[in-house]
């Protein structure tokens, strides 16, 4: 069984900048694909940013230029680098892996940007 636990939500103003992270445990195909998904109230989860175990990246358009995803593969961990945070960024953000056509999910971590 895989879990995966987020930390570094929590409440900025807008301008401000807060990282995520998200460390996976349990039996871990070593090629896989993790990334950070997010969901407003009122939203649909969408995807945020996304990498591959490879090192190939993916990004929504909304956080081009501001968000920046990493990977440390030997830790297993995930990273979401959050800059020039605006308010419509605030939702609950969840980490997700895949691998071996399983999908995988955090819990999620709340982060809200003030104005």
């Known amino acids: 069984q895989v879990q995966l636990v987020e930390s570094g939500g929590g409440l900025v103003q807008a301008g401000g900048s807060l990282r995520l992270s998200c460390a996976a445990s349990g039996s871990i195909f070593s090629i896989n694909v993790m990334g950070w998904y997010r969901q407003a109230p009122g939203k649909e989860r969408e995807l945020v940013a996304m990498?591959?175990?490879?090192?190939?990246?993916n990004y929504a358009d909304s956080v081009k230029g501001r968000f920046t995803i990493s990977r440390d593969n030997a830790k297993n961990t995930v990273y979401l680098q959050m800059n020039s945070l605006k308010p419509e960024d605030t939702a609950v953000y969840y980490c997700?892996?895949?691998?071996?056509?399983?999908?995988?999910w955090g819990q999620g971590t709340q982060v809200t940007v003030s104005s």
């Open positions: 997700r892996l895949t691998a071996l056509a399983k999908v995988y």
């Open positions: 990498s591959t175990s490879h090192g190939n990246t």
